[in-house]
């Protein structure tokens, strides 16, 4: 028996390498939003309450949409909702430069804030889906991260 028969399954297989890619870089996109979009606002003559409104509504709307996700997956399917909530993170920020008003900055947020919350609802379902039951612990706890 050589050390290659007592092998394991691969520890990442290719769809899970590349949802980490995806998962990596639009995360980087939203966290280098979430700090400057609170500044823009101030910026655009919305004060404090309204920087502090960009944030809340955000966070408000994720929540909100990570409790309607598990029905939206069930209905379209994980791959479509989470396509839907990559293109909802990232494609609205182009409207940051469109309109400084408050309720522009507020309304891309909240479209923001669903889009973060299917991101992380589904991330425990292809970690799960693509991680190779039979190997543990990690097969076992990686529905559990």
Not at 10 to 34: D, E, H, N, Q
Not at 47 to 56: D, N, Q, S
Not at 72 to 97: D, F, I, K, S
Not at 118 to 125: G, N, S, W
């Amino acid at each position: 028996m050589s050390n290659h028969d007592s092998v394991g399954p691969r520890l990442v297989s290719r769809p899970l390498l590349l949802y980490f890619i995806v998962a990596f870089g639009s995360m980087t996109g939203f966290y280098l939003l979430l700090s400057v979009v609170p500044l823009y606002a101030t910026a655009a003559g919305a004060g404090r309450v309204g920087a502090g409104l960009t944030t809340g509504v955000l966070m408000l709307a994720t929540v909100a949409a990570e409790l309607a996700t598990p029905a939206l997956v069930a209905r379209l399917g994980y791959r479509a909702v989470l396509g839907a909530g990559l293109v909802l993170l990232g494609a609205p920020a182009l409207a940051l430069t469109l309109s400084g008003s408050l309720a522009a900055i507020l309304a891309v947020s909240v479209v923001r804030g669903v889009g973060l919350a299917v991101l992380v609802r589904l991330r425990d379902r292809v970690v799960r889906d693509h991680d190779p039951v039979d190997r543990e612990p990690a097969g076992r706890l990686a529905g559990h991260l």
